[in-house]
C-alpha cells in the first residue's frame, strides 16, 4: 500500500485524479497549497498522496479520479 501512496504523477495524472484542471494545481503549487517538485526538464511532479490531501482539503473527495469537467464539454439533452 506504501508504494501506492508514493507514486509519482505527472500534472495531467494529478489534475485527473484530482477533478481539477492543470492550471489549478499549479496554481495550488505556487499558493503552497500543494507539494510539487520540478524535474530537471521542469516538469511538475506530486505524489498520489499529496494530490488525495489536496483534494480532500478542496471537499472534491467525490471526484477523485474523474477527468476534469471543463476538459470536455458533453452537450445536454433536455
Aim: charged letters at 20%; one cysteine or more.
Amino acid at each position: 500500500m506504501a508504494q501506492i501512496e508514493d507514486q509519482i504523477l505527472t500534472t495531467g495524472e494529478a489534475a485527473a485524479l484530482c477533478g481539477v484542471s492543470r492550471s489549478t494545481l499549479r496554481r495550488a503549487v505556487a499558493q503552497g497549497h500543494l507539494q510539487a517538485w520540478h524535474t530537471p526538464g521542469k516538469h511538475l511532479r506530486f505524489t498520489r498522496s499529496a494530490c488525495l490531501d489536496f483534494a480532500r482539503s478542496l471537499g472534491r473527495v467525490d471526484l477523485v479520479g474523474q477527468a476534469y469537467a471543463g476538459a470536455v464539454q458533453e452537450p445536454v439533452a433536455r
